[in-house]
């Protein structure tokens, strides 16, 4: 069991939905406890910390997983909120960091609330710039947001998928070739399906699509042998494992139509990480190899991508790697995919920041490069990350998509991944202050800021020249 990382921990919310789950009122809760009633609903209410003693008496006392009731999730609060006074709608409103970090702590639910109505009014604008109405779906959040503040709620791990993909694998039929094949063979003689590679100028921008009337699985040549086993693997559990994915989807409560699809397309890629990556033997070769991504892509016929995004699912009680956030950004800064944990909280609208190395890569690409940073509220995180590809599908003048992934973690982890060795010996690593975006970071005297926090006036100075537009915010 992991010890707790602080002697208080402001969690009332968590304690109060695991009465409810648990189906207790505060008086029969609190005996079992051996605390007053009054006691625990200062708990519940955040007017009093849960200490280091009454957490492990909770781990006593119900059978629950102690280190995610300890995990400090007032990182993605506080991110939460700083994008919602970053918007212009509330530039005449100034809230320092300290304040906001007093909102998050003392009133936490205020600050759920108003991160809810500030996403209404989002949607609301939104709706208004297209010409459209929202009244009875305000609340709703975007599917791409929905989809993943559940996956992140899971924890990104689910044991139904981990043993549909182990079942998977011992009904493939063993056979000369490599894997690829296999599943060739496994989706032609269980299904009926038979796979086709297609020219690219057939294909055009479609990676792969089930052709049921003629029961054919058609594939871009576009991809390479690793996505072409991802995505055969997705339409095996699309197709055999339905009733796994249907139960998940209904456990998540889809809003609407759109959702509900974009949550199958992310089971469906998780089934298939499990199908190509398989959990036990997975772990271990990832504490075998000290996390080298390189020598994992090689291993498990993974690309880049792939092995990150399968690190950030180890969630397994007794088989838990490393708690790993995702990222993957394109060269204009747009974040196309982004999975929050280890107390990395991303901003929506924030923009990037120009320190973090996800943003340096493109001027080394293919490389693989590591960083240490800390976050202005001090959380001090392990970056490493490296440009990737994507399967060209238009004319060659065009370009090929290229991509910045990046996987992170708390840097107390160092010791575990071998490309953090040339911090782990150092008392005192250097490490680069870096924030969510520029709007909503207020660190000063950065020459990579593109545009002044919010809330801030630019103050001109004829007699000085800063190194920096914005340095001269105040």
């Given amino acids: 069991m992991a010890e707790p990382t602080s002697s208080k921990i402001i969690a009332g919310h968590k ?19 051996g605390i007053s009633a009054s006691y625990l609903n200062l708990l519940e209410n955040n007017a009093r910390p849960v200490t280091v003693p009454i957490l492990f008496r909770l781990g006593r006392t119900y059978d629950f997983d102690l280190r995610d009731f300890a995990e400090d999730d007032s990182a993605r609060l506080i991110a939460m909120l700083t994008e919602v ?56 959040p975007r599917p791409i947001e929905r989809v993943r503040e559940f996956l992140e709620t899971s924890g990104n791990y689910f044991t139904e998928l981990e043993e549909a993909a182990s ?58 042998e690793p996505q072409r086993l991802f995505q055969i693997a997705s339409q095996i559990g699309l197709l055999g494992y339905r009733d796994v994915i249907d139960s998940i989807v209904t456990r998540a409560k889809c809003d609407d139509e759109d959702t509900e699809t974009l949550l199958r397309i992310a089971l ?56 790993f956030f995702f990222l993957r950004v394109d060269e204009a800064g747009y974040i196309s995919k982004r999975l929050s944990a280890g107390g990395m909280e991303f901003a929506r609208h924030g923009g990037g920041c120009g320190r973090w190395i996800p943003h340096q890569v493109f ?22 990350a490296r440009t990737s590809m994507a399967p060209r599908t238009q004319p060659a003048h065009y370009g090929t998509p290229i991509y910045a992934v990046a996987l ?34 207020e660190r000063q005297n950065c020459q990579h800021r593109g545009s002044p926090p919010r809330g801030h006036k630019l103050r001109f100075d004829i007699t000085r020249r800063h190194s920096g537009l914005f340095d001269s915010s105040s």
Avoid: W
Avoid at 276 to 297: E, I, N
Avoid at 300 to 312: D, G, I, K, M, S
Avoid at 419 to 439: E, R, S, W
């Fill in 15 to 33: 304690l109060r939905r695991l009465r409810s789950s648990l189906k207790l009122t505060q008086a029969k809760m609190a005996a079992e406890l």
């Fill in 85 to 140: 006074f970053a918007d212009q709608a509330l530039e005449d409103v100034t809230m320092s960091r300290r304040d906001i970090r007093l909102l998050s702590d003392q009133h936490p639910n205020a600050a759920a609330a108003l991160i809810s109505l500030h996403r209404s009014y989002d949607l609301m604008r939104d709706a208004a710039h297209k010409g459209e109405q929202k009244d009875e779906n305000v609340r709703s």
């Fill in 167 to 224: 079942n998977c694998l011992n009904d493939v039929r063993p056979s000369p070739g490599t894997k690829l094949y296999q599943l060739i063979g496994h989706l032609e003689q269980r299904y009926s399906i038979t796979t086709r590679i297609m020219p690219q100028d057939v294909m055009g921008n479609i990676l792969r699509e089930f052709d049921r009337h003629r029961s054919q699985l058609l594939l871009s040549e576009s991809l390479k």
């Fill in 268 to 323: 469906s890629g998780y089934f298939a990480g499990s199908v190509m990556m398989p959990y036990s033997a997975f772990r271990k070769a990832v504490q075998t190899t000290r996390h080298d991504l390189d020598a994992l892509s090689s291993r498990f016929t993974a690309n880049f991508e792939q092995v990150c995004h399968r690190l950030t699912t180890l969630s397994r009680p007794d088989e838990r790697g490393i708690p």
């Fill in 363 to 384: 001027r080394n690409p293919g490389q693989i490069s590591v960083q240490a940073a800390s976050l202005e509220e001090g959380q001090q995180l392990l970056t490493i």
């Fill in 408 to 441: 992170g973690c708390d840097l107390k982890f160092a010791k575990d991944i071998c490309y953090a060795d040339m911090f782990v010996n150092l008392k005192t690593p250097a490490l680069t202050p870096i924030g969510l975006g520029c709007q909503v970071c």
